[in-house]
């Protein structure tokens, strides 16, 4: 019985390893280097006694060989121990090759240098569930490729195409429009934020046509019920849009005299507003539009000024301080307002508010309440969107050869963030349709409304 037992666990390791191989150590006394080594050699012979198995038996199942081949591989434990010990730069290409893997096939691999800016608002997949409308496709796309922005218009289009959804809607049996719809809704509203981040006046405009929809009366004739909504979507951009920039154009205009020179940031519709309507009062000023890449927002609003008449002056963001001491005035946009009293705004706002604050120049900003927001937020790092690298085309190239440079390098990482925040200690008022209000009285708003905004 003890002829047929095994050696003992010392000798396992020689045992089994190649003839002429004299065992010299017992498995606890060698090495680690020599212990692989052994290990090394029974694979190789497991591995040369399966592909003789293999040529033998042709018409077999491959599948031995393949775990044989596994079992061949070094084992992931120790590659990884080179990898550990390798220089910075190497273990950045392994970064690289893992991150490309997980990420999927379509994911380039130059992505892993913005590891840091993900949780920034891209692009997602468009994969949705539920029925999407036509409406709410051919809006995704105008968000996509920037031909809509803004966060006036942006909202003005997304209740817009919630109109015809909403009239294209039929109630299921059994069901109730008041609560059904609001599920029909949703897969549209996820497409919408997969394709570009939510602004604050989309999130606030949806809620409020939640709220609405939520408040109808089960007992009124379906078509009837749609036509109320459609209402109540005509009366928020009336009045919270449309009537609210009226206001904000007689009130700003109130601050602009005879002779100001008045700077400008990027392009706000509101802005242009304020300043048309003061122009037309018969008031003499003239405005210096400062812009920055990649948009270049501030070249549409310069051939609206210049085209009314009014006398202005274009120049990039980094000459700003060559004639901010000229300024009477900074007047600008805002994309939401939160309740400490910063604004976010377009990226470079906050540099031209500081430039101002330096030079003792007053900071008005317009803005409707509907784009307030009761978060606080301290920076443009929490919460931000990236612009996308179809943006740059515009810029300016000497030759053909430089029309897919900065696509194409592979060690060029282009970030873009689309906005900034400008610290409240930067403004000197907003104006808004309920009263030109001191920053530090922004969490006011609701309050001066009358109700909770939403």
């Known amino acids: 019985m003890s002829s047929a037992a095994g050696p003992p666990p010392e000798d396992a ?69 080179p990898a550990e010990a390798a220089p910075r730069g190497a273990q950045g290409a392994a970064g690289q090759s893992k991150d490309t893997k997980t990420g999927g096939e379509d994911k380039p691999a ?16 468009t994969s949705h569930k539920g029925e999407v409308h036509p409406a709410i496709v051919r809006l995704g796309l105008q968000f996509s ?111 602009i005299k005879d002779g100001d020179a008045i700077l400008t940031y990027a392009r706000s519709s509101v802005v242009e507003k304020v300043l048309l309507a003061a122009y037309a009062d018969g008031k003499e000023f003239t405005v210096t539009v400062v812009d920055s890449r990649p948009m270049l927002e501030g070249k549409k609003l310069l051939k609206v000024l210049s085209s009314a008449g009014i006398q ?10 060559s004639v901010i001491t000229e300024i009477s005035m900074v007047l600008v946009g805002a994309h939401s307002l939160h309740s400490n009293g910063a604004v976010f705004s377009r990226a470079g ?57 900065l696509g194409d390098r592979p060690n060029l990482q282009i970030l873009n963030p689309l906005y900034d925040l400008t610290p409240p200690s930067s403004i000197t008022a907003v104006v808004t349709e309920v009263g030109v209000i001191p920053p530090s009285s922004i969490s006011s708003i609701p309050l001066a409304l009358g109700r909770t905004i939403l």
């Open 312 to 321: 202005c002056t274009y120049l990039l963001l980094p000459a700003v301080g």
């Open 145 to 255: 490729e920037f031909k809509i922005t803004g966060a006036n218009a942006r909202c003005i289009a997304t209740l817009t195409s919630f109109k015809t959804v909403i009239q294209d809607y039929v109630t299921p049996p059994n069901n109730t429009l008041s609560r059904h719809l609001m599920t029909y809704l949703s897969p549209q509203i996820s497409y919408l934020v997969n394709v570009r981040p939510m602004s604050v006046t989309m999130g606030n405009a949806i809620r409020q046509l939640k709220l609405d929809i939520s408040g109808t009366d089960i007992d009124l004739p379906e078509q009837d019920a749609k036509d109320a909504l459609c209402g109540k979507i005509d009366t928020y951009i009336r009045d919270r849009i449309i009537a609210a920039d009226q206001v904000i154009e007689e009130t700003a205009g109130n601050k």
């Open 13 to 81: 390791g020689q045992s089994s390893a190649p003839p002429g191989t004299p065992p010299v150590k017992s498995q606890k006394q060698m090495t680690k280097a020599e212990r692989r080594e052994i290990q090394e050699r029974q694979r190789a012979a497991k591995a040369e006694k399966a592909a003789q198995n293999q040529s033998k038996n042709p018409g077999k199942s491959s599948n031995k060989p393949a775990q044989t081949s596994k079992e061949s591989a070094p084992a992931p434990r120790k590659v990884s121990k």
């Open 110 to 125: 130059h992505t892993r240098g913005l590891r840091i800016f993900s949780h920034f608002g891209l692009p997602k997949p």
């Open 349 to 405: 706002t906050a540099l031209v508010a500081m430039m101002a604050k330096q030079h003792s120049v007053p900071v008005v900003v317009c803005c409707e309440t509907y784009k307030f927001s009761e978060t606080v937020q301290l920076d443009s790092f929490a919460r931000n969107e990236l612009a996308p690298l179809e943006l740059f085309k515009s810029f300016p190239r000497n030759n053909e050869e430089d029309s897919s440079s």
